[in-house]
């Protein structure tokens, strides 16, 4: 599933990006289906997935040690690489942005709802439009610009407009608002990640930085993160390998070979897939207006991808 060659295939890249879209779809069921915080939530899931993905990289490396002839100079040159003391701290930096996206993430979907949440984190592909120039020197488009003003209506057409819904208006407004917050935060660490640890290994780039989640958020955890009950913790495992460990590792890997703006373009199928998920396991509407939204936003991120 991830590779360590250091120059993927791009069919290889978008096969991982394809996997990626359809987890990250089904992650945002998880803020209403574990009854906990968004903070308990992120302490958890980021801790077992770090423990997961560095047993998945030590594993890897002892296997390696067994059957390499050459495994002396391979298992040494790359840990040692990977962590020297610049790329360590890169990899804490990043973990933070990890930290503060995944806590707003998921709060912006408890304070409204799942649709809602997921469309208003997905100004992020635009985000990076605008940001990444700032690492590649290169000029920004005049269409990104325009891709990037749709965006924003269709984030704008996701609040209610009817009297009733007016009157519930602020949880909405919050919710877009962390949303977008979340968005910029994870449009960063994406640029980051692609410019600065292109040849990192994935499995281990990402595991420091699930354990640096980790570290950033359990100190503020409550209580209730360690006494959830079997079905909870269940859904927290889960959460925390198949819906974090392997997504946001598949991720990283395709971050190597395609570029910032085309990995998120590409991950636009996300907010659709939740949408679906959420309407069909949970029951929970989809507005003409959101789907207005979403629309725009989709339309927007599809132009961008073909010009890319």
Request: hydrophobic share 55%; charged share 10%; aromatic share 10%.
């Amino acid at each position: 599933m991830f590779t360590s060659r250091t120059h993927q295939p791009k069919a290889w890249a978008m096969a991982e990006l394809a996997l990626t879209s359809v987890l990250f779809g089904g992650t945002a069921l998880f803020s209403k289906l574990i009854p906990l915080n968004a903070l308990d939530m992120t302490a958890g899931r980021s801790l077992i997935a770090g423990s997961v993905l560095l047993a998945i990289f030590a594993l890897r490396s002892w296997w390696r040690r067994r059957t390499s002839a050459n495994s002396t100079q391979h298992t040494r040159s790359k840990p040692v690489g990977l962590l020297r003391q610049v790329n360590l701290g890169l990899l804490i930096l990043l973990g933070a942005l990890m930290a503060a996206h995944w806590v707003t993430y998921f709060h912006a979907m408890q304070v409204s709802s799942v649709a809602l949440g997921m469309l208003a984190l997905f100004t992020y592909p635009v985000i990076t439009v605008l940001l990444e120039p700032l690492w590649t020197r290169q000029p920004l488009a005049w269409q990104d610009i325009v891709a990037a003003c749709v965006v924003f209506v269709g984030v704008a057409l996701l609040l209610p407009y009817n009297r009733q819904a007016w009157q519930q208006l602020d949880g909405q407004i919050t919710g877009v608002l962390w949303g977008v917050g979340s968005a910029f935060l994870f449009a960063l660490r994406n640029v980051l990640q692609r410019h600065y640890l292109q040849a990192s290994s994935p499995i281990l780039a990402m595991g420091v930085q699930a354990l640096v989640v980790a570290a950033c958020t359990w100190p503020w955890a409550s209580s209730a993160l360690s006494n959830t009950d079997a079905h909870t913790l269940t859904n927290l495992v889960l959460l925390g390998v198949l819906f974090t460990a392997v997504p946001h590792a598949l991720m990283v890997s395709s971050l190597r070979v395609l570029a910032a703006k085309s990995v998120a373009l590409i991950s636009c199928i996300q907010p659709v897939l939740g949408a679906l998920f959420a309407w069909w396991l949970l029951g929970e509407a989809i507005t003409p207006t959101i789907l207005l939204g979403g629309a725009l936003i989709l339309g927007a991120a599809w132009t961008e991808a073909r010009r890319a």
